[in-house]
């Protein structure tokens, strides 16, 4: 009686044992932003989730695929820009998975297959762009990117958002031709900017020439307004130029004196002989 009990116990452990292995492998659980693409028998059968489902264990499988957007580091790639210039460049690409089943039925590893084909792209792409145009035309550059890597990867279910060239080496020697061209471009831009200035304070200049020349006053309003500027400071010589008209004045006055000072002598003269 004892060893038929132990031998029935034995055997509802086991079943109990098989039928928690059974749901173990049959209850699957997805998070919010996974899938699970089941396969039957090794027939697609759809993708589940989010949530808690149940698969037939031995005949079903389910693999699951994230389809958050991934970040994916392309490395470093040298090549040569149109104009001949080699350069070393990478970029980053953001994807994610829109379509689940493709990404699992069309490519083996779509992760590993999408960086390959962002490598090849990004050096197709450079080596048809001036240097020019890779330095101060990114942008368009990087939708160029993104539009080829996302036509390439969308057979997959995989949906490029974003492609950004994160940065651009160039040959030291190229390095210090460039500094040279912008340094000439700055002293160009200096020498516009001087020639520039110098335009139009000779135009104002020319301005206060005629006005001074309309009323001849103002050339000595602004002469006494410029002394009384420099004669705040005590340590300035001050040196006065006298208008022309003014030395004129002078003479005419002195002309006036000796013509007076000659008649009055005269008047004395004719006293004298009277």
Do not use: C
Not at 8 to 13: D, P, R
Not at 105 to 128: C, D, P
Not at 149 to 160: C, H, L, M
Not at 196 to 221: D, G, T, W
């Amino acid at each position: 009686m004892v060893s038929f009990i132990g031998g029935n116990f034995i055997v509802t452990a086991i079943v109990l044992l098989f039928v928690l292995v059974f749901l173990g492998s049959a209850l699957k659980i997805v998070k919010e932003y996974e899938r699970a693409v089941i396969f039957r028998l090794g027939r697609v059968v759809g993708a589940r989730g989010p949530g808690l489902f149940f698969i037939i264990p031995i005949f079903e499988k389910a693999v699951i695929v994230d389809l958050r957007t991934q970040v994916l580091d392309v490395p470093v790639q040298e090549t040569i820009t149109k104009d001949n210039v080699p350069v070393r460049v990478n970029a980053v690409v953001y994807f994610r998975v829109v379509d689940p089943i493709k990404a699992v039925t069309q490519v083996k590893n779509f992760i590993m297959a999408t960086s390959q084909i962002a490598q090849t792209t990004l050096r197709s792409v450079i080596g048809q762009a001036h240097l020019d145009e890779l330095l101060s035309e990114r942008e368009k550059l990087n939708r160029e990117l993104q539009r080829i890597i996302d036509e390439a990867t969308d057979p997959w279910g995989i949906k490029v958002t974003t492609v950004e060239i994160k940065d651009v080496e160039l040959p030291s020697g190229m390095q210090r031709a460039m500094a040279r061209q912008a340094e000439a471009e700055r002293e160009r831009r200096a020498r516009i900017t001087l020639a520039e200035a110098e335009r139009q304070a000779a135009e104002k200049l020319r301005e206060a020439a005629e006005i001074i020349s309309e009323h001849p006053m103002a050339l000595q309003l602004r002469t006494l307004q410029t002394i009384s500027d420099v004669a705040s400071d005590k340590s300035n010589v001050i040196v006065l130029t006298l208008p022309m008209e003014m030395l004129k004045l002078f003479r005419s006055l002195a002309d006036t004196s000796e013509v007076a000072r000659k008649k009055l002598e005269k008047e004395i003269e004719e006293k004298e002989k009277a």
